[in-house]
Protein backbone atom coordinates (compact mmCIF):
# COMPACT_ATOMS: atom_id res chain seq x y z
CA UNK A 1 0.00 0.00 0.00
CA UNK A 2 1.19 3.54 -0.52
CA UNK A 3 0.14 6.46 1.09
CA UNK A 4 0.72 10.42 -0.28
CA UNK A 5 0.61 12.88 3.19
CA UNK A 6 0.44 16.56 1.83
CA UNK A 7 1.65 19.61 4.04
CA UNK A 8 1.90 23.54 3.84
CA UNK A 9 -1.45 24.50 3.40
CA UNK A 10 -2.96 27.55 5.14
CA UNK A 11 -4.43 30.58 4.97
CA UNK A 12 -2.11 33.57 3.61
CA UNK A 13 -3.20 37.17 2.53
CA UNK A 14 -3.79 38.51 -1.40
CA UNK A 15 0.02 38.40 -2.72
CA UNK A 16 1.16 36.11 -0.34
CA UNK A 17 3.24 32.83 -1.05
CA UNK A 18 2.38 29.07 0.48
CA UNK A 19 4.85 26.26 -0.02
CA UNK A 20 3.03 22.55 -0.40
CA UNK A 21 4.73 19.40 0.00
CA UNK A 22 3.37 15.61 -0.61
CA UNK A 23 5.49 12.71 0.06
CA UNK A 24 4.98 9.28 -1.16
CA UNK A 25 5.59 5.91 1.47
CA UNK A 26 5.04 2.39 1.27
CA UNK A 27 5.82 -0.19 -1.44
CA UNK A 28 7.17 1.89 -4.07
CA UNK A 29 9.48 0.74 -6.56
CA UNK A 30 9.27 4.29 -8.62
CA UNK A 31 7.20 7.13 -9.35
CA UNK A 32 6.26 8.36 -12.42
CA UNK A 33 4.28 11.70 -13.48
CA UNK A 34 3.76 13.66 -9.78
CA UNK A 35 1.46 16.93 -9.84
CA UNK A 36 -1.00 18.56 -8.10
CA UNK A 37 -4.75 19.08 -8.98
CA UNK A 38 -7.22 21.96 -6.99
CA UNK A 39 -11.24 22.10 -6.02
CA UNK A 40 -13.38 25.32 -5.20
CA UNK A 41 -16.32 24.87 -3.40
CA UNK A 42 -18.59 24.04 -5.93
CA UNK A 43 -16.12 23.37 -8.94
CA UNK A 44 -14.97 20.08 -9.81
CA UNK A 45 -11.31 19.13 -9.41
CA UNK A 46 -9.09 20.63 -11.84
CA UNK A 47 -5.32 20.21 -12.80
CA UNK A 48 -3.01 22.75 -11.42
CA UNK A 49 0.34 21.26 -12.69
CA UNK A 50 2.04 18.13 -13.15
CA UNK A 51 5.59 16.51 -13.82
CA UNK A 52 7.09 14.20 -15.52
CA UNK A 53 10.22 11.93 -13.50
CA UNK A 54 12.32 13.66 -15.92
CA UNK A 55 11.28 17.00 -15.15
CA UNK A 56 8.68 17.71 -17.62
CA UNK A 57 5.92 20.17 -16.45
CA UNK A 58 2.61 21.20 -17.46
CA UNK A 59 0.94 24.54 -15.91
CA UNK A 60 -2.63 25.48 -16.08
CA UNK A 61 -2.96 29.37 -17.48
CA UNK A 62 -3.98 30.26 -14.26
CA UNK A 63 -1.27 29.78 -12.62
CA UNK A 64 1.81 30.20 -15.05
CA UNK A 65 4.58 32.90 -13.66
CA UNK A 66 3.18 32.09 -10.39
CA UNK A 67 3.65 28.92 -9.37
CA UNK A 68 6.51 26.46 -9.53
CA UNK A 69 6.70 22.79 -9.11
CA UNK A 70 9.06 20.71 -8.44
CA UNK A 71 10.29 16.95 -7.26
CA UNK A 72 12.97 14.96 -5.40
CA UNK A 73 12.75 11.94 -6.50
CA UNK A 74 15.29 10.47 -4.23
CA UNK A 75 12.50 11.75 -1.89
CA UNK A 76 9.13 10.30 -3.04
CA UNK A 77 7.88 13.95 -2.84
CA UNK A 78 6.41 17.18 -5.04
CA UNK A 79 6.65 20.40 -3.99
CA UNK A 80 4.33 23.36 -5.15
CA UNK A 81 6.00 26.69 -4.40
CA UNK A 82 2.63 29.37 -5.05
CA UNK A 83 3.65 33.17 -5.18
CA UNK A 84 1.26 35.60 -5.75
CA UNK A 85 -1.55 33.91 -3.89
CA UNK A 86 -5.34 35.29 -5.64
CA UNK A 87 -8.11 35.00 -3.44
CA UNK A 88 -9.20 32.51 -6.45
CA UNK A 89 -6.44 30.59 -5.46
CA UNK A 90 -8.84 29.30 -2.36
CA UNK A 91 -9.77 25.58 -2.47
CA UNK A 92 -8.39 21.83 -1.30
CA UNK A 93 -5.29 21.04 -2.87
CA UNK A 94 -4.35 17.59 -4.06
CA UNK A 95 -1.28 15.51 -4.37
CA UNK A 96 -1.53 13.12 -6.96
CA UNK A 97 1.02 10.26 -8.26
CA UNK A 98 1.56 7.01 -10.72
CA UNK A 99 3.34 4.78 -8.24
CA UNK A 100 5.31 1.98 -10.03
CA UNK A 101 4.56 -0.82 -7.10
CA UNK A 102 6.29 -3.33 -9.54
CA UNK A 103 7.04 -4.34 -12.93
CA UNK A 104 3.63 -4.64 -14.12
CA UNK A 105 1.45 -3.02 -11.62
CA UNK A 106 0.91 1.25 -11.70
CA UNK A 107 -1.79 2.63 -9.45
CA UNK A 108 -2.64 6.51 -9.53
CA UNK A 109 -2.58 7.65 -5.83
CA UNK A 110 -4.33 10.86 -3.98
CA UNK A 111 -3.33 13.09 -0.72
CA UNK A 112 -6.18 13.88 1.45
CA UNK A 113 -6.23 17.14 0.74
CA UNK A 114 -4.43 20.32 2.20
CA UNK A 115 -6.50 23.70 2.06
CA UNK A 116 -5.38 26.81 1.19
CA UNK A 117 -7.28 29.86 1.48
CA UNK A 118 -5.91 33.69 0.36
CA UNK A 119 -8.11 36.21 1.87
CA UNK A 120 -7.48 39.43 3.64
Known amino acids: QVQLVESGGGLVQPGGSLRLSCAASGSIVSIADMGWYRQAPGKERELVVD???????NYADSVKGRFTISRDNAKNTVYLQMNGLKPEDTAVYYC??????????????WGQGTQVTVSS
Open 51 to 57: ITRGGST
Open 96 to 109: NAFIIESFTTVRRY
